[in-house]
């Protein structure tokens, strides 16, 4: 059984809620629904355990845990979508303690982090400048990634319910069809990294630095004070390029889903 107290407890908590925010504003859901502070995510299109999870935001909102949560798997069931829900340092004790209990398993989990744009150093110019071109971007991130063209509509209404500003970043010609992408979200002072992939024939050539270094040239030519990002943590090759960058750890989350028993 998975201890439910790694979340990273003794994280400053205005920042987290935060990140928290912005996260949800570069990353839109279709449909968002509150129960209590519980945050319902859901998106038919597009199947990012981002835009489909239950975030609970409050620690101390713990009322009616079994009940809420039977809620909310009616309606991801509705949806076609399996429970999920996403631990941060917001989530209450008591709603781990329960779905520890329950049998929930903990599959994955997500390192935050944030770097001081001024005090990085980038290039004076950029390489590359943004694109505005979401279908071209969405086939060349989905080409990169290894998912299924057929989530192309999805993922371009994501990108297109974007509210805040955000350059698309490509790298690559027509000879040899797109080898980097990055998509870069200014609210603000705050700059988001989304969506950076290399091609893995062209990984270990400089295309990961060279496309970050990019959009965050662009965000900080723009106002923007600091970045922040979110990588899996066991991806060591990413969280090495991040630290190039300044990149230190704010938080973790974790994604828990109910065991076959639940």
């Not at 319902?40 to 101390?60: A, H, M």
């Not at 270990?204 to 004070?225: P, V």
Request: proline letters at 6%; one cysteine or more.
């Amino acid at each position: 059984m998975v201890p439910a107290s790694d979340s990273g407890r003794g994280a400053n908590l205005p920042l987290v809620r935060r990140l928290e925010a912005v996260g949800f504003r570069a990353w839109p859901a279709a449909a968002v629904q509150y129960d209590g502070s519980w945050q319902i995510r859901l998106n038919g299109g597009y199947g990012s355990k981002r835009l489909n999870c239950v975030v609970p935001l409050d620690p101390s909102d713990s009322r009616d845990i079994a009940q809420r949560l039977g809620k909310a798997a009616r309606r991801f069931a509705s949806h076609g979508r399996p429970l999920l829900l996403r631990e941060t340092p917001l989530t209450p004790v008591a709603v781990l303690d329960h779905i520890v209990h329950e049998g929930w398993e903990r599959f994955e989990t997500v390192v935050v982090m944030t770097a001081d744009l001024a005090a990085s150093e980038l290039p004076d110019t950029m390489d590359h400048l943004p694109s505005h071109d979401i279908g071209r971007f969405v086939d060349a991130y989905l080409s990169l990634s290894g998912e299924s063209p057929s989530a192309k509509p999805g993922l371009a209404e994501v990108l297109t319910a974007i509210k805040p500003p955000s350059g698309l970043f490509m790298v690559g010609d027509a000879g040899t069809g797109p080898v980097a992408t990055a998509l870069c979200v200014q609210d603000n002072d705050l700059a988001g990294i989304l969506a950076l992939c290399v091609a893995s024939s062209a990984r270990r050539q400089g295309l990961g630095t060279e496309i970050l270094s990019t959009a965050l040239r662009w965000a900080r030519l723009r106002g923007a004070r600091t970045a922040w990002l979110q990588v899996e943590a066991e991806n060591t090759a990413a969280l090495a390029l991040y630290a190039k960058f300044g990149f230190t750890e704010a938080y973790r989350y974790h994604y828990w889903r109910p065991g076959r028993a639940g």
